[in-house]
């Protein structure tokens, strides 16, 4: 498994989540009020929707960016949620786009607000 170095944020969410401009707008009002810092590492899953919208936006940005592949090979119907677990433990700041639906997403969230209240953003489309 990586490890973070720097301040790492987690971005994830619902598969159909494509406006990578909200994206943008909301990382930029992260930083401006001070959660996150200038330079950080991006940590997501992999999916379509969220994820793959934080992999362009680390590219895009030079920003570091680790990727948590789920092991369904593994774990089954489980693998997901494992793979949001450790996503969130390594994260310093976690931030979910949800379309009020996606059970992921919902536990991933509950998740890692139980861990770090204070550091867990969710963005309603």
């Given at each position: 498994?990586?490890?973070?170095?720097?301040?790492?944020?987690?971005?994830?969410?619902?598969?159909?989540?494509?406006?990578?401009?909200?994206?943008?707008?909301?990382?930029?009002?992260?930083?401006?009020?001070?959660?996150?810092?200038?330079?950080?590492?991006?940590?997501?899953?992999?999916?379509?929707?969220?994820?793959?919208?934080?992999?362009?936006?680390?590219?895009?940005?030079?920003?570091k960016f680790i990727?948590?592949?789920?092991?369904?090979?593994?774990?089954?119907?489980?693998?997901?949620?494992?793979?949001?677990?450790?996503?969130?433990?390594?994260?310093?700041?976690?931030?979910?786009?949800?379309?009020?639906?996606?059970?992921?997403?919902?536990?991933?969230?509950?998740?890692?607000?139980k861990q770090n209240?204070?550091?867990?953003?969710?963005?309603?489309?």
């Open positions: 498994m990586d490890q973070v170095e720097e301040q790492a944020l987690f971005i994830g969410g619902s598969r159909g989540f494509v406006s990578y401009h909200l994206l943008c707008r909301t990382i930029a009002y992260l930083v401006k009020i001070g959660v996150l810092k200038d330079t950080f590492t991006i940590v997501s899953g992999g999916a379509r929707g969220a994820d793959t919208l934080a992999r362009e936006y680390a590219e895009i940005n030079g920003l990727e948590f592949k789920a092991r369904w090979d593994l774990y089954g119907k489980s693998a997901g949620f494992k793979r949001n677990k450790t996503m969130v433990d390594v994260s310093d700041i976690c931030l979910f786009f949800w379309d009020g639906v996606s059970k992921g997403t919902k536990h991933a969230f509950d998740y890692a607000y209240p204070d550091n867990t953003f969710i963005v309603l489309y």
